[in-house]
């Protein structure tokens, strides 16, 4: 009697076990679209990604190289201070992007191009996403406060 309840036992824990990685790669298989890695402009040039890849791309807007094309589409260069990456973006920019500021933009990088599907622009004084700080602070491009004493946005 005994050995039948131990013989349950571990077939109710093996069964679990394998329900639960089979849960852990799925959800890791449905998100994989959903995480984007962050690059700097040095990192881009120095091993450029596949074009299907998607990516952000972070650092200061290089300044005069705001080109406004015909209709909705932008053309600017992003540089963490040792390289710059021409940004191609169609669509209508945040109020707050200007030259010499810090900016994040979403996309792939096509033919030495980074196309943008998105574009995001500080949003006050003091704003730059870590990722950004930490990548111009390594340059010696960082004019700001030390990274690590700022708070986590996140929490």
Same mark, same amino acid.
């Given at each position: 009697?005994?050995?039948?309840?131990?013989?349950?036992?571990?077939?109710?824990?093996?069964?679990?076990?394998?329900?639960?990685?089979?849960?852990?790669?799925?959800?890791?298989?449905?998100?994989?679209?959903?995480?984007?890695?962050?690059?700097?402009?040095?990192?881009?040039?120095?091993?450029?990604?596949?074009?299907? *890849? &998607?990516?952000?791309? $972070?650092? #200061?807007?290089?300044?005069?190289?705001?080109?406004? /094309?015909?209709?909705? =589409?932008? %053309? !600017?260069?992003?540089?963490?201070?040792?390289?710059?990456? *021409? &940004?191609?973006?169609? $669509?209508? #920019?945040?109020?707050?992007?200007?030259?010499?500021? /810090?900016?994040?933009? =979403?996309? %792939? !990088?096509?033919?030495?191009?980074?196309?943008?599907?998105?574009?995001?622009?500080?949003?006050?004084?003091?704003?730059?996403?870590?990722?950004?700080?930490?990548?111009?602070?390594?340059?010696?491009?960082?004019?700001?406060?030390?990274?690590?004493?700022?708070?986590?946005?996140?929490?």
């Amino acid at each position: 009697m005994k050995s039948l309840k131990k013989t349950r036992r571990i077939q109710v824990i093996a069964v679990a076990a394998v329900a639960l990685a089979l849960s852990t790669a799925l959800i890791g298989y449905a998100m994989r679209d959903g995480i984007n890695f962050f690059r700097s402009p040095s990192e881009i040039l120095a091993s450029p990604p596949p074009p299907n *890849e &998607v990516f952000r791309i $972070g650092g #200061l807007v290089e300044a005069g190289s705001i080109v406004r /094309g015909q209709s909705d =589409t932008v %053309r !600017f260069r992003v540089t963490d201070g040792m390289a710059s990456v *021409e &940004v191609q973006y169609r $669509g209508i #920019l945040p109020d707050l992007f200007t030259e010499n500021e /810090g900016t994040v933009g =979403t996309g %792939r !990088f096509v033919d030495g191009v980074f196309v943008a599907q998105e574009i995001l622009a500080k949003h006050d004084e003091t704003y730059m996403p870590r990722e950004v700080m930490e990548a111009l602070r390594e340059q010696g491009e960082w004019r700001g406060p030390d990274p690590e004493s700022l708070p986590d946005p996140q929490s």
